[in-house]
């Protein structure tokens, strides 16, 4: 499975960005797919993740209420709504996919899309 991520920029606090992550494989749409998040000299940390089939769903507590995980299985694509962003948000984001129908921890994951930078200026 290869992945692609979409969508990073820069934007102001309080406005809002779209993530898409596409997914290139046959048996994409069977993975739990999640976003990470990681700043310089800071581990990598989920924000949100998505079973095969779009329920249940799991976010960070530092974002639930703001961003929403969602995909469509047909495009083979995973996409985070943010909302309401904060400078805390700034990071580089990336998608991930695990070959199981359900994952949150980082170890579960076994394939990365390369990285997409999103800035929240103040």
Do not use: H
């Not at 499975?1 to 997914?23: M, N, P, T």
Request: proline share 2%.
């Amino acid at each position: 499975v290869q992945l692609q991520a979409f969508g990073g920029g820069l934007v102001q606090a309080g406005g809002s960005l779209r993530l898409s992550c596409a997914a290139s494989g046959r048996t994409a749409s069977t993975y739990a797919m999640g976003w990470f998040r990681q700043d310089p000299g800071k581990e990598r940390e989920i924000v949100a993740a998505i079973s095969w089939s779009g329920v249940p769903t799991y976010y960070a507590d530092s974002v639930k209420g703001r961003f929403t995980i969602s995909r469509d299985n047909a495009k083979n694509t995973v996409y985070l709504q943010m909302n309401s962003l904060k400078p805390e948000d700034t990071a580089v984001y990336y998608c991930a996919a695990a070959s199981r129908s359900w994952a949150v921890a980082l170890n579960e994951y076994d394939y990365w899309g390369q990285g997409t930078l999103v800035t929240v200026s103040s």
